[in-house]
């Protein structure tokens, strides 16, 4: 089946530091997704892109659709305590099922104050 | 509701046990997802409903596991003759008319001893 390989694993950083992750895919999707969730919570949308080459920002946070449909990043910047929790990239591919998001196994994010 | 509520938040059980999860999806969004989370991953779809179409149940695990939903709002996934296999956490999501940006419930803590 498909998946979505995403990295790194965890991440420990400074506070104010920058932050950057990924996630690749096997197979083309038509729409990349970021969510971050906290613990003992849902995992809550940060940002929605539709579009290759898409690059939208979301105050500090900002994300790219690659151009190839494979992949996607997320960038923080001025990481600050509260950025601590796990990012998840998510996908929805062409042909798929329409409720079928894809999910990547996630980021741990740590902030160090 | 302002989001998407579940109930209960925590359920623990005893193997073999039937287990009903309840999801109530913000009102008015046609579109609502049961997922698994297990402890360190990511989550895994496993059934989707949309209006009045025949649900998308290709994520289901086993014949175990079954979710209705009434009168295209509540739904309630449940798991028969549960195993320690099943402890996981229960996601509900929803969404309306940007069908890729999925909502999400605050889950339901699965524990089968």
């Known amino acids: 089946g498909q998946q979505l390989n995403q990295s790194p694993q965890s991440m420990f950083i400074q506070e104010g530091e920058d932050v950057s992750m990924n996630c690749t895919s096997s197979?083309?999707?038509?729409?990349w997704l970021w969510y971050k969730q906290d613990p003992g919570e849902g995992p809550v949308l940060l940002i929605a892109l539709y579009k290759a080459g898409e690059l939208t920002s979301n105050g500090r946070l900002t994300a790219q659709f690659g151009i190839t449909r494979k992949d996607s990043f997320l960038n923080i910047s001025a990481s600050i305590p509260s950025d601590v929790g796990i990012y998840f990239c998510?996908?929805?591919?062409?042909?798929?099922?329409?409720?079928?998001?894809?999910f990547g196994k996630g980021t741990k994010l740590s902030v160090k104050p | 509701g302002a989001g998407v509520s579940q109930s209960p938040s925590n359920k623990v059980t005893e193997k073999g046990k039937d287990v009903e999860l309840r999801c109530d999806p913000i009102s008015g969004h046609t579109a609502l997802y049961w997922y698994r989370q297990s402890l360190g991953q990511g989550l895994e779809f496993l059934i989707y409903?949309?209006?009045?179409?025949?649900?998308?149940k290709s994520g289901l695990p086993s014949d175990r596991f079954s979710a209705e939903r009434t009168g295209g709002s509540v739904s309630t996934l449940t798991i028969q003759r549960t195993q320690q296999e099943d402890s996981a956490v229960y996601l509900c999501a929803c969404s309306g008319l940007a069908y890729n940006e999925q909502f999400f419930g605050p889950g339901t803590r699965l524990t089968v001893l």
């Open positions: 409903f949309q209006g009045n179409s025949a649900p998308d």
């Open positions: 197979s083309i999707f038509n729409t």
């Open positions: 998510a996908g929805h591919n062409y042909g798929g099922s329409q409720g079928n998001l894809i």
